[in-house]
């Protein structure tokens, strides 16, 4: 199953929405337990990211913050927040779409995912899919030229 398609989806929902286009799955046991796209604006909440909203999903779907076993799928490179809360989570495995220049919280500016003095270790693989890319620069390109 091609499940960074799946977080596409819902990186979609958020360009719609006049939002930055980010989408994050959670899969445990195979199984679609969760997603979430940036809601940021439409919530005025600084902590509604894609990744944060999925794993509020997560945790009211088996009743626990704790994401052992669980893998996210996520259209952008976390930012340190939300990098940080992966962790805290315990999400066994972090897919990422795209690095992200300005706030990578995952290698790009800092690690703050597997920080040596953090006890848990997300395995993150980077997908470096062009898809991702793309609609980020499609909503920017929009952007500057006024269209949303």
Known sequence: MDYMKIALEEAKKAYNKGEVPVGA???KDGE???????LKETLNDVTAHAEI???????KKINNWRLNGCEMY???????MCAA???????SRLY???FDERMGGC???????????????VNVIWQYDERCSNILKEFFKCRRNGDK
């Open 25 to 27: 799955i959670i899969v």
């Open 32 to 38: 679609i337990i969760a997603k979430g796209y940036n």
């Open 53 to 59: 909203n999925a794993i509020r999903n997560a945790s």
């Open 74 to 80: 996520v259209t952008l490179e976390p930012c340190f």
């Open 85 to 91: 809360a992966i962790a805290q989570a315990r999400l």
């Open 96 to 98: 990422i779409g795209t």
């Open 107 to 121: 290698g790009t500016i800092d690690n703050i995912i597997n920080r040596d003095d953090i006890n848990n270790h």
